[in-house]
T-cell receptor, first 115, second 111 residues
Framework: EAGVVQSPRYKIIEKKQPVAFWCNPI?????LYWYLQNLGQGPELLIR????????DSQLPKDRFSAERLKGVDSTLKIQPAELGDSAVYLC?????????????FGPGTRLTVL | ELKVEQNPLFLSMQEGKNYTIYCNYS?????LYWYRQDPGKSLESLFV?????AVKQEGRLMASLDTKARLSTLHITAAVHDLSATYFC???????????FGAGTRLTVKP
């Protein structure tokens, strides 16, 4: 069974440019998460989707960040415009609450460098 | 607000030694997760602890949960180099749908 897929794995952009990250969750997982992980720290939740609905986006900086999950499967996270402080790893995770204890499975992440 | 604290944040061990990593959290939760992260890699699930007194073991790692003390431990027995990684504990909130992660314990096992 394929795990959570993310692309690209690495992205280098100049500040003020836009950038987008893509995530394909594990088949059958209705819940999708985007996390931000700064160097030397634990992941911090940005947004959680239940199917197509964003049910917890309280930590998403809405002035420059946006996300969507069309058809309740794949998801895209966008930053526009990017700032130097956005350099980090962006992790996508998925889970299925119906499968017991809602364990989250993580993708490989996208490492963003803003110059 | 839920706070999750791990200690130590950095741990350097000799091979063959034992040690324990601690994870404290500030609000009631009946479950806790442990993850491993290798440099440049994503998070790999190690243990899911679902109730007070839960104990799980995999190889040289053993995790336990005391929900009354709001404490989980990850015990390393006879460490080997392959265990070198960063270990995170995570505690769910918001009806068990979201997780708050600790800062991680960066473990280095030296020969």
């Amino acid at each position: 069974e394929a795990g959570v897929v993310q692309s690209p794995r690495y992205k280098i952009i100049e500040k003020k440019q836009p950038v987008a990250f893509w995530c394909n969750p594990i088949s059958g997982h209705n819940t999708l998460y985007w996390y931000l992980q700064n160097l030397g720290q634990g992941p911090e939740l940005l947004i959680r989707y239940e199917n197509e609905e964003a049910v917890d986006d309280s930590q998403l900086p809405k002035d420059r960040f946006s996300a969507e999950r069309l058809k309740g499967v794949d998801s895209t996270l966008k930053i526009q415009p990017a700032e130097l402080g956005d350099s980090a790893v962006y992790l996508c995770a998925s889970s299925n609450a119906a499968w017991g204890y809602n364990e989250q499975f993580f993708g490989p992440g996208t490492r963003l460098t803003v110059l | 607000e839920l706070k999750v604290e791990q200690n130590p944040l950095f741990l350097s061990m000799q091979e063959g030694k034992n040690y324990t990593i601690y994870c404290n959290y500030s609000t009631t939760s009946d479950r806790l997760y442990w993850y491993r992260q290798d440099p440049g890699k994503s998070l790999e699930s190690l243990f899911v602890l679902l109730s007070n007194g839960a104990v799980k073991q995999e190889g040289r790692l053993m995790a336990s949960l005391d929900t009354k003390a709001r404490l989980s431990t990850l015990h390393i027995t006879a460490a080997v180099h392959d265990l070198s990684a960063t270990y995170f504990c995570a505690v769910p909130y918001y009806n068990n749908n979201d997780m708050r992660f600790g800062a991680g314990t960066r473990l280095t096992v030296k020969p």
